[in-house]
């Protein structure tokens, strides 16, 4: 996935966090310290920006890291 996309989904993540992403490997939830309402106004977000049709909130759920995201966004994109 090329810098600005993975730009794109970060920037994303951290409006919705309210809080700056270190890098790949910060965790959603301990380190940004995002709730499940956040994590849903990111989901609606990143299916916005990135036309997909829907990501199963048990999807979500299931990300631990920002790299987690990453790497769905980028599976679903593929497909």
């Known amino acids: 996935m090329d810098t600005q996309?993975?730009?794109?989904?970060?920037?994303?993540?951290?409006?919705?966090?309210?809080?700056?992403?270190k890098d790949e490997n910060t965790n959603l939830v301990e380190d940004l310290g995002m709730d499940v309402l956040d994590l849903q106004e990111a989901v609606m977000d990143l299916e916005t920006e990135f036309n997909i049709e829907e990501i199963p909130l048990e999807?979500?759920?299931?990300?631990?890291?920002?790299?987690?995201?990453?790497k769905y966004v980028e599976v679903v994109c593929k497909a």
């Open 5 to 21: 996309t993975k730009n794109k989904i970060i920037s994303i993540i951290e409006k919705a966090a309210s809080e700056k992403v």
């Open 59 to 70: 999807t979500a759920e299931s990300w631990r890291t920002v790299g987690d995201v990453i």
